[in-house]
C-alpha cells in the first residue's frame, strides 16, 4: 500500500463551516467585545499606574514610565490609617 492512496481528512475549523452572514455577525460581535474590554481595562491600568505615580508628577505630567518619579506613599498613608483595618474587618 502505498502512502499516495491514503486519503488526508483536512479538519476545518469551526469558524470556517459558517456561512458568510454568520462569519460577518460573529466578527462583528467580537470587534465589539474586544471593545468593550479595551474600555473596561484600560481604565483599571491606568489607575493601577496611576497609584504609583506622585501626585504633582501625575497633575502636571501624567502617567510616566520615569520610574525615578514613582513611589508607594500612597500605599503607605492608606495602610497607616486605622479606619481601613476597621472597614477590611467590617468586611469579613
Known amino acids: 500500500m502505498s ?3 491514503i486519503p488526508v481528512n ?3 475549523s469551526e469558524f470556517a463551516k459558517y456561512p458568510a452572514g454568520d ?10 467585545l474586544g471593545i468593550f474590554l479595551l474600555s ?16 504633582i508628577t501625575l497633575q ?3 502617567v510616566t514610565f520615569d ?11 492608606v495602610l ?3 479606619m481601613i483595618w476597621v472597614g477590611f474587618k467590617n468586611a469579613m
Open 3 to 5: 502512502v499516495a492512496n
Open 80 to 82: 497607616s490609617n486605622g
Open 60 to 62: 502636571n505630567k501624567g
Open 67 to 77: 520610574f525615578s518619579k514613582w513611589t508607594t506613599t500612597a500605599y503607605q498613608r
Open 23 to 32: 462569519k460577518a455577525i460573529l466578527i462583528t460581535a467580537y470587534v465589539i
Open 40 to 55: 473596561i481595562i484600560l481604565p483599571v491600568v491606568y489607575i493601577i499606574l496611576a497609584s504609583f505615580i506622585d501626585p
Open 10 to 12: 483536512k479538519k476545518k
